[in-house]
């Protein structure tokens, strides 16, 4: 157990529908990651926060947003949902920016 | 239909001999390298980092080689077991360590 949790661990959706990934990093973890990890790509970074702050974009598509609460959990909206998208989200958390990540157990979206 | 799945470089080795496992990273900048364990099903784990100003650290059962000159990476698991089997995936980041670029991964099964 890497002490980080995500929710749901499973999203089965339609296309065009919109859903909101949930992560909670472990204590003390000031920054999050988030990654897609599909099939045909995978394991693709998307976005990265530290204490609040977006502080880096990866392969994040317009209709996906993330962001970071005052309590350091992080969401990760996905909108105008495609088949496509359907994959692993899995988030991590480091102490630093610079240091390991310590990945969740991702949340498995299905989009039909 | 059928599905497309990412063409892994695959190990076999017997349980009790080392493996290796390689990786070419693609940025000379990089300077934060760090080896992840994937078992079906679940996230990322961390095993073992090393920054660029190092040719070699050992953990426990486990050796990372760095070599910059050749921008290459491997992992050595001494005395492989059953367990170790999993799809092991490099990272590298920048100084700013905001981005993890992670490769696509090596499927290592041990044969009991």
């Known amino acids: 157990d890497s002490g980080v949790t995500q929710t749901p661990k499973h999203l089965i959706t339609a296309t065009g529908q919109r859903v909101t990934l949930r992560c909670s990093p472990r204590?003390?973890?000031?920054?999050v990651y988030w990654y897609q990890q599909s099939l045909d790509q995978g394991l693709q970074f998307l976005i990265q926060?530290?204490?609040?702050?977006?502080?880096a974009k990866g392969n994040i598509l317009e209709r996906f947003s993330a962001q970071q609460f005052p309590d350091l959990h992080s969401e990760l909206n996905l909108s105008s949902l495609e088949l496509g998208d359907s994959a692993l989200y899995f988030c991590?958390?480091?102490?630093?920016?610079?240091?390991?990540?310590?990945f969740g157990p991702g949340t498995r979206l299905t989009v039909l | 239909g059928e599905s497309v799945g990412l063409h892994l470089p695959t190990l076999s080795v017997q349980e009790g001999d080392n493996s290796i496992i390689n990786c070419a990273y693609s940025?000379?900048?990089?300077?934060?390298f760090i080896w992840y364990k994937q078992e079906s099903g679940k996230g990322p784990q961390f095993i073992i980092d090393?920054?660029?100003?190092?040719d070699k650290r050992q953990g426990q059962r486990v050796t990372v080689l760095l070599n910059k000159t050749v921008k290459h990476l491997s992992l050595q698991i001494a005395a492989t077991q059953p367990g170790d089997s999993a799809v092991y995936f490099c990272?590298?980041?920048?100084?700013?360590?905001?981005?993890?670029?992670f490769g696509t991964g090596t499927s290592l099964t041990v044969i009991p």
């Open positions: 991590a958390s480091s102490v630093e920016e610079d240091r390991e990540q310590f």
């Open positions: 204590s003390g973890d000031l920054s």
């Open positions: 926060y530290y204490n609040g702050e977006e502080r």
């Open positions: 940025n000379s900048a990089s300077d934060y």
């Open positions: 090393i920054r660029s100003n190092m």
């Open positions: 990272a590298e980041t920048l100084n700013t360590g905001n981005q993890f670029y």
